[in-house]
């Protein structure tokens, strides 16, 4: 989907013009993926623009730059005021927010601690990331070739930039087969994500997920989900999940910030819930409490 731009984009601190907006070719992350990141959305809700789980999303950053032994030259708190001032700068109601920090011009080579660390922050209109029809009818989906990448070769847990080429690989080659999106199994052959989505089964009325030790992102939406679900009366459970368990589900669906709620409607072929009644209760309460239209969930929203 094509990058709508605005008028500004925060760079370290200031507000710049969108094609102002540049890094050195020798930028460190460029070369090596040395960055780590989140997506976010704001939507415009019954009492105005508000940031779905900000606060979740910059510790989430955090805890990458953690992981790759980033320093942050900013505190939580600025981020987050930041993250809201670029929306007000573009004068913005609904958008994507991409909060990037990674290392930069200085040095080269596989140890990055003498690089400065710089931070970034766009903000563009954004829409269904798979598609209106896809989250009204499900998508059909793939079963990758490619494994996702295991936390004793790269920390799955962050949200890094290099770790996404191994996404990048299970995308591409669902689409070169005529899919919407791919599947991904971890090292030990179970069911892991999709390459930049969680994933939810549903089975006689029960929901399962995979548990973080198969190798997923711990994702926001997801934590969103399981709390809705629960809400609403059903049982989830974090289990380990076979290739053929989703052939057999009732239901199938995947969670994101990106993706939001989108159901799946075929698996390598076999035919799923299109979409299941489980997946249609969860979407919608997902859709009323990012509307502001819960009271019950308002702390999740964090308004301009």
């Given amino acids: 989907m094509p990058i709508q731009e605005v008028e500004k984009i925060w760079m370290n601190g200031k507000l710049v013009k969108w094609h102002d907006a540049k890094i050195h070719v020798l930028t460190h992350a460029l070369h090596y993926g040395s960055g780590v990141f989140e997506g976010i959305r704001c939507y415009n809700t019954v009492k105005g623009p508000a940031v779905f789980r900000l606060r979740d999303h910059i510790d989430r950053l955090f805890d990458s730059a953690r992981l790759y032994f980033m320093e942050i030259p900013y505190s939580r708190e600025?981020?987050?005021?930041?993250?809201?001032?670029?929306?007000?700068?573009?004068?913005?109601?609904?958008?994507?927010?991409?909060?990037?920090?990674?290392?930069?011009?200085?040095?080269?080579?596989?140890?990055?601690?003498?690089?400065?660390?710089?931070?970034?922050?766009?903000?563009?209109?954004?829409?269904?990331?798979?598609?209106?029809?896809?989250?009204?009818?499900?998508?059909?989906?793939k079963t990758s070739t490619f494994q996702r990448i295991s936390s004793n070769v790269i920390p799955p847990i962050a949200k890094?930039?290099?770790?996404?080429?191994?996404?990048?690989?299970?995308?591409?080659?669902?689409?070169?087969?005529?899919?919407?999106?791919?599947?991904?199994?971890?090292?030990?052959?179970?069911?892991?994500?999709?390459?930049?989505?969680?994933?939810?089964?549903?089975?006689?009325?029960?929901?399962?997920?995979?548990?973080?030790?198969?190798?997923?992102?711990?994702?926001?939406?997801?934590?969103?989900?399981?709390?809705?679900?629960?809400?609403?009366?059903?049982?989830?459970?974090?289990?380990?999940?076979?290739?053929?368990?989703?052939?057999?589900?009732d239901e199938v669906f995947f969670t994101g910030t990106a993706a939001e709620i989108t159901p799946i409607r075929e698996i390598d072929g076999y035919q799923i819930g299109n979409p299941g009644e489980v997946t249609k209760s969860i979407q919608q309460k997902f859709f009323k409490i990012i509307k502001g239209e819960d009271e019950r969930y308002m702390e999740w929203l964090d308004f301009l």
């Avoid at 993250?83 to 200085?106: F, H, Q």
């Avoid at 809705?228 to 974090?238: C, F, N, P, S």
Wanted: aromatic share 10%; net charge neutral; proline share 5%.
């Fill in 160 to 249: 890094a930039t290099g770790q996404y080429i191994n996404s990048i690989l299970g995308k591409l080659e669902s689409l070169h087969a005529g899919y919407d999106e791919a599947i991904m199994l971890d090292y030990r052959g179970f069911v892991s994500e999709g390459p930049g989505e969680n994933l939810f089964i549903v089975k006689k009325g029960l929901i399962y997920t995979p548990p973080s030790n198969a190798s997923i992102l711990i994702g926001i939406t997801r934590n969103s989900v399981i709390t809705i679900a629960r809400e609403l009366g059903y049982e989830v459970i974090e289990r380990d999940i076979t290739k053929n368990e989703l052939y057999l589900a």
């Fill in 78 to 141: 600025e981020i987050i005021s930041a993250c809201k001032e670029v929306i007000r700068a573009n004068k913005l109601k609904e958008c994507y927010i991409r909060p990037i920090a990674y290392r930069g011009y200085g040095e080269m080579g596989l140890n990055p601690l003498n690089c400065p660390v710089d931070i970034a922050i766009a903000v563009w209109p954004w829409g269904a990331y798979l598609g209106e029809e896809g989250l009204k009818k499900g998508i059909r989906v």
